[in-house]
């Protein structure tokens, strides 16, 4: 179903871009999806991918929502004033934050920190001592694909934890330290959960892709199952998180995992249009005005270099959405200052016309407006603060 981008633009004609908007029913419809597609495994909300804490707040009453992955440790502490159960998805050396986190019991019940190695317990030893609260752990298990004693290296490069024994070894180490206690495993698959197997170019490339995430979801699917026993074998767990939005069905189908973690499928980013086996409705979008017709088949908008992370390239940019018929052009892209945009709808333009984007990932939208704006029935309904409106930036 495509966007009413005539009843979003009507209902938005008094604010001045740049702006950011959110299709109520659009997130919604996707919030459902989420859950059908998971299958009765809860999703912990990746806030990361989000960035809005009230939006955070209406998911999270939804059946099949519980807990929040989040993204800093800071962060994790400003949100655990709203939720019970937060964990940290990287490992931190925030050493105030860490002091923070040990000196108080009911916060230390709430959050989770990842580790990956020895390393980081003599870190998070030597920053906080021994004899406060144990800290609560999480387990970062590698879920990419390697051949030839890792030479051969097929996803993000994340933990050393690869193998059953390595998982099992960090335990018995985590198990043996007062001020530790294991809870949980994390194990995330990017080149499968983060990766479209249809994205536009030669079909070869998109075979190859597919051939991937087919031989890597196989093999991650036995792995992590014998990560899971090793490790249960000598401490228990309260969870086992995996996959993300792109995977919700296969991960909720392996019996080790016990949730999964996801969060961008609610706005459904431009993405999400190069996966073939999901579809989520467009929802969110921000919006940059006409100031120049350098020629009469060019219009230019104010800014418009809104990147998203990852290897730099033509599909971090974003996405002209409407009026249609509209591209960027490859010599100058989405600048800071500005971004022209040429195509058959760009001969229609004047000058104080609105162009609509989708960022091609999610929550970074919401790095770029203090506020999103929530549209239905053809009116804006709530304004809510993102994580930059409520004077926050975490990094």
Excluded at 17 to 34: C, E, G, K, Y
Excluded at 225 to 241: C, G, H, K, S, T
Excluded at 313 to 318: I, N
Aim: overall charge negative; charged content about 20%.
């Amino acid at each position: 179903m495509s966007p009413d981008f005539v009843g979003l633009q009507n209902a938005t004609a008094h604010l001045q871009p740049p702006f950011a908007v959110i299709d109520r029913a659009a997130l919604l419809t996707n919030a459902d999806d989420m859950v059908r597609r998971a299958n009765g495994t809860p999703i912990r909300l990746a806030s990361k991918s989000v960035r809005c804490r009230e939006i955070m707040r209406s998911v999270l009453k939804m059946d099949g929502y519980q807990g929040i992955l989040a993204f800093t440790l800071p962060e994790a502490i400003w949100l655990a004033d709203d939720f019970d159960d937060v964990l940290v998805a990287y490992p931190t050396v925030d050493t105030d934050a860490l002091r923070q986190l040990a000196s108080d019991a009911h916060l230390a019940a709430k959050v989770t920190i990842m580790v990956d190695s020895i390393a980081h317990l003599d870190f998070l030893t030597a920053t906080v001592g021994t004899d406060g609260t144990p800290l609560r752990l999480c387990l970062d298990l590698d879920a990419s694909l390697e051949y030839l004693d890792g030479r051969v290296h097929i996803g993000a490069r994340r933990s050393p934890l690869h193998t059953p024994d390595q998982a099992a070894a960090l335990t018995r180490e985590i198990v043996s330290r007062k001020e530790f206690r294991l809870v949980g495993l994390m194990c995330y698959e990017a080149q499968i959960a983060g990766v479209g197997d249809d994205a536009p170019g030669p079909l070869l490339r998109r075979l190859a892709i597919r051939a991937m995430q087919h031989v890597s979801g196989s093999e991650l699917r036995d792995r992590r199952a014998a990560v899971v026993d090793a490790v249960r074998a000598i401490a228990p767990l309260e969870f086992v998180n995996g996959g993300g939005t792109g995977t919700l069905e296969t991960t909720s189908a392996e019996t080790a995992v016990t949730e999964l973690g996801a969060g961008s499928g609610l706005y459904g980013p431009a993405l999400f249009d190069t996966y073939r086996h999901f579809k989520p409705l467009p929802a969110a979008f921000f919006v940059l005005s006409v100031v120049r017709r350098p020629t009469p088949e060019i219009a230019t908008v104010l800014g418009g270099g809104w990147i998203a992370s990852g290897a730099a390239g033509p599909d971090r940019l974003p996405t002209p959405a409407w009026p249609e018929g509209l591209g960027l052009i490859a010599a100058e892209g989405a600048g800071e200052v500005q971004t022209p945009l040429q195509g058959p709808g760009a001969a229609d333009l004047a000058i104080g016309d609105r162009v609509w984007f989708r960022h091609t990932k999610a929550g970074e939208l919401c790095e770029h407006a203090d506020v999103l704006h929530f549209v239905e029935d053809g009116r804006i309904v709530e304004s809510l603060p993102t994580y930059r409106g409520e004077g926050k930036i975490f990094a």
